[in-house]
DNA sequence: TGCCTCGGTATCATTCGGTAACCACTGTGA
DNA sequence: TCACAGTGGTTACCGAATGATACCGAGGCA
C-alpha cells in the first residue's frame, strides 16, 4: 500500500498533537494570538507559535499583522484549512461521544496489571 | 470550551503518529503483527510494538496469542475501533486529497523566504 | 515611575521516536 | 551438526520534538 507513506506525510502535519485543536478553534472565524492561547487549554505560547506557523507554511491559515501598538496579528482558515476542519470533524465528535469510553477500557486495562 | 481538554486527551491517542495508519489497515480484519509491521512502511518494531498496546490499553483493539511455536499474535479492531476508524475516514481521504496542494503551499511559502 | 498587554524568542529540562541489539523457540537446509 | 531465518517482542541508547519558564520591545495607563 503506497498510500500508507503519502498519508503519514499529511498525518504529520494534522496528527502534531495542536493542529486539530487549533482548525477547531477557527472554525467561526479569525481569532488573535492571545484568543487562541486561552481558548486552547495548555498549549505552551511556543508551540501555539510553532503550531501557528506550520499551519500557515502548509496553506491551513493565514496570518494577517496590523502594524499598531500592541501588537494584533489574526488567524484565519483558508478555503483548504475549511475543508480539512469538515474533514476532521467527525473525528473530534468521536472524542467527545467516546472519551468516557475509552477512560474506562484503560482503567480496566491498568487493575489487570 | 471545556471541550479542548477532553478532546485533546482523545487526541493523544489517535494523534500519536501511527495510531490512525494501524486503526486503518485493520479495516478489513484482523493481521498479524509482522503484517502490520510489513503494511505500514517506515514503522520501528518498538513504535509498532508501542502502538499496538496503547491501542489495546484503550478498547481500540484486541490482542490475540495463539500458543504455538512459531508465535502467533493477531489484532483486531474492537466495535469501539471500528467507529473511530469510520470517524477518521474522511480524515485520511482528505489527507491523500490534499497532499499535493500542500506541498505546493509549503514550497511557495519557503520560497518566500 | 512602575506595571500591564500583545506576540512572540531564548533557554533549558523532559519526553518521544528511531536504531540496533538481543531474546526464546522452532523449522529448514547443507 | 551447525547455521540461519521467522515470529513477536524487550532493552539500551541517542537525537529530535515538546514543554515550562523567563524575557523582550513598544505603547497605554496609573
Redesign the pocket.
Known amino acids: 500500500m503506497q498510500d500508507v507513506c503519502r498519508t503519514r506525510a499529511v498525518l504529520d502535519i494534522v496528527g502534531?498533537?495542536?493542529a486539530l485543536l487549533v482548525v477547531r478553534m477557527l472554525k467561526d472565524g479569525p481569532l488573535?494570538?492571545?484568543e487562541l492561547k486561552r481558548a486552547i487549554d495548555?498549549i505552551?505560547?511556543?508551540?501555539l507559535?510553532?503550531t501557528?506557523r506550520d499551519l500557515e507554511r502548509d496553506g491551513i491559515l493565514t496570518?494577517t499583522v496590523r502594524n499598531v501598538?500592541?501588537?494584533?496579528?489574526?488567524y484565519e482558515l483558508t478555503p483548504t484549512g475549511r475543508t480539512l476542519r469538515e474533514a476532521a470533524a467527525p473525528l473530534l465528535e468521536w472524542s467527545l461521544e467516546n472519551l468516557p469510553h475509552i477512560e474506562a477500557a484503560r482503567a480496566a486495562y491498568d487493575s489487570r496489571g
Open positions: 502534531d498533537k495542536w488573535r494570538f492571545t495548555g505552551s505560547q511556543r508551540m507559535t510553532v501557528l496570518r501598538m500592541p501588537p494584533h496579528v489574526s
